[in-house]
């Protein structure tokens, strides 16, 4: 504190009291600081009329007129309870958000508790039985492909020809090729070259239908010898 005498005279400092927690004794305790008189001399003298130093100023907001509350203090009151509204709201809507949550982990809850048995059990997707290829339309599709010289077709249907009207095992170009006679073979050679060569626009189907339809499968038996298991056994 800083204390500025205007004029000379006695000035009198009010005693001062303090609460405070001894933190050795572990009590409350109360210092007090005596009241004090100064004495200032070599300033200037009060001047005539004026409130001699000795005599406590009344305060400011005593001696000062009450002034009319205006439109701001007015509206003072009205934005606290505004805001005491809006509070009030805002509790109301988090603890319904938190009712709903404990509704909703219960169920969760309540769900995993359920016995196996009890709970619906899902349908199981039902896969479509695929039924054997016809070999008459197999062979319809063949000739169609050699007729209209179209290379790849001819490829696909002799695999489904091997598989479904041979039932050659394993169903590959390999193992008809194995069975085949010198014709067939021929052909079953101009096929593979319009294929993976470069004469697929100048491949004609026809021959290759003819010596397919002279095919006669011969039925080759293997001995089993002692060791290892065949890689395609007999069905």
């Known amino acids: 504190w800083v204390i500025v005498a205007p ?9 001062i009291s303090l609460d405070w927690w001894n933190t050795a004794t572990g009590k409350q305790e109360t210092t007090q600081v005596a009241a004090t ?15 001699t130093p000795a005599e406590p100023a009344k305060p ?9 509350p205006d439109a701001t203090d007015k509206a003072a009151p009205a934005s ?10 805002a509790g109301i809507l988090l603890g319904f ?19 196996a048995a009890a709970r619906p059990a899902k349908a199981s997707p039902v896969k479509p039985v695929a039924k054997p290829a016809n070999t008459q339309l ?9 007729k209209q010289n179209q290379p790849q077709a001819a490829h696909d249907a002799l695999l489904e020809w091997i598989d479904a009207g041979l039932k050659l095992r394993p169903a590959l170009f390999s193992t008809l090729y194995a ?12 096929l593979n070259s319009a ?14 239908w003819q010596a397919v339809h002279a095919f006669k499968p011969i039925s080759i038996k293997t001995e089993k010898t002692e060791g290892l298991e065949t890689l395609y056994p007999d069905e």
């Open 179 to 190: 069975q085949a006679d010198e014709n067939l073979r021929e052909k079953l050679d101009g």
């Open 80 to 89: 606290k309870a505004g805001l005491t509204i809006w509070e009030w709201l």
């Open 7 to 15: 004029y000379n005279g006695e000035y009198e400092l009010p005693a």
């Open 60 to 68: 400011e907001a005593e001696s000062a007129p009450q002034q009319q």
């Open 37 to 51: 008189k100064l004495v200032v001399t070599g300033g200037q003298a009060a001047p005539a009329g004026s409130v």
């Open 97 to 115: 958000w938190l009712v709903l949550t404990c509704i909703w982990m219960a169920i969760r809850w309540w769900g995993k508790r359920k016995p």
């Open 195 to 208: 294929l993976y060569g470069r004469g697929s626009d100048e491949w004609r189907g026809d021959a290759l």
């Open 138 to 146: 197999v062979l319809k599709k063949l000739e169609q492909a050699c």
